[in-house]
């Protein structure tokens, strides 16, 4: 297994924790239908892994008058995020883990300052029991949105994800022009409205082409699970960001056929429902 020396530092208490992992202590989010697909995936949990990093974004100026980009903030909770998926990164390569799946990203608001956020990413470091390096091209653990049921399956198919990509793009849409020039009872005609159009199209554009480049930069073959969502984080009405990620993966020859879906019937469904 490569050694990847990670620049973000681990604290005293979740080195005590990573330490009582690594002598054979696992701790998981995983339900138990997730861990046993992990374990007959030929995974085997390590540990709880978690990242943070309390951000204040900011402030920048901006035209009201047109729809752009505020790039400052873009990269602000952009970089937010890494800090947090770095740290997360680093305790699971504390753990010799091939990866970690099951990742999710959450952004809290903290009332210790104005436009002060704390963004957390927490997931389960696994490892292969055989001792195949699934590690990710650039020597780190991978890091993956999936849940261990998508996992498995991708598995079977013989690919194997490489990364966690995500694209972020805080946008200014601006005000709607010459809308006092329009004719009395304009508001209550159905008619699409150009400017705003635009300007969120654009902007989930830059969030989505950032996300690929990410993947591309891992030699990916293609991104699953792709999320596409919008922001305001207690900003001004006219501040949206449009955040997209999803896991980059690389196909592979799978070791056997992959299991057919069979359909599953939910009796206990049916029977309250009265069916």
Known sequence: MSEAPLPEGVPEGARERLAENRGGLFTSDLTVNEYLLIEDAGFEPLGLVVGSSIYQAGYQR????????????????????????????????????????????????????????????????VRHRQGHSFRAPHGRPFTSDLSGQDFWTLRQTGARPVGLVMGSCVYSVGRLRTTFRRPAGWWGQA???????????????????????????????????????????????????????????????????????SLVLDLNDAHASGR
């Open 191 to 261: 008619r699409e409205l150009p400017d705003y159009t635009q300007s969120l199209y654009q902007a989930r554009e830059l969030a989505m082409t950032r996300m690929q480049h990410e993947a591309a930069a891992l030699s990916a073959h293609g991104i699953v699970g792709v999320q596409l969502d919008e922001h305001q984080h207690g900003w001004e009405g006219h501040l949206i960001e449009f955040f997209a990620i999803g896991t980059a993966i690389i196909r592979g020859a799978p070791t056997e056929p992959a299991p057919r879906p």
């Open 62 to 125: 901006q035209r009201w008058t047109r729809g752009q980009e505020l790039t400052a903030l873009s990269q602000a909770m952009y970089h937010a995020r890494e800090l947090a998926m770095t740290r997360m990164e680093e305790e699971a390569h504390r753990l010799d883990a091939d990866g970690i799946v099951g990742v999710r990203l959450r952004v809290s608001p903290q009332h210790i300052g104005r436009h002060i956020s704390e963004f957390v990413a927490i997931g389960t470091a």
